[in-house]
């Protein structure tokens, strides 16, 4: 089993920066890929981004590539969030347990964290 701790979420203005952190613990850690989604009010959860085990790969979506930076430091890894604005509102999750290859779907990863809430304002 795996364990995922986060930390980081808040409020910031439109603009901002704000940084997220997720601690994981278990076995095979090192094996897995992780990732951050993310799930506004009324939609779906969606996939933000994806680091591999040796953080020597990552995957963004299209509407966060550029404003954030995924990375991975042994059992840690974090989302650098820049340039932030309303529709980056949303409850943030860590999850891992699937390849980096895996499809950027939540079906993909079967362990979650408990989501931060990021709130955009203006």
């Known amino acids: 089993q795996v364990q995922l701790v986060e930390s980081g979420g808040g409020s910031v203005q439109a603009g901002g920066s704000l940084r997220l952190s997720c601690a994981a613990s278990g076995r095979t850690f090192n094996t897995y890929a992780m990732a951050w989604f993310r799930q506004a009010p009324g939609k779906e959860r969606e996939f933000v981004a994806a680091i591999s085990w040796g953080g020597g790969t990552t995957r963004y979506s299209d509407s966060v590539k550029g404003r954030f930076t995924i990375s991975r430091d042994k059992n840690t890894m974090y989302l650098q969030m820049n340039s932030l604005n309303r529709e980056d509102t949303a409850v943030y999750y860590c999850?891992?347990?699937?390849?980096?290859?895996?499809?950027?779907?939540?079906?993909?990863?079967?362990?979650w964290g408990q989501g931060t809430q990021v709130t955009v304002s203006s």
């Open positions: 999850a891992t347990g699937a390849r980096f290859g895996a499809s950027p779907s939540p079906n993909s990863y079967d362990y």
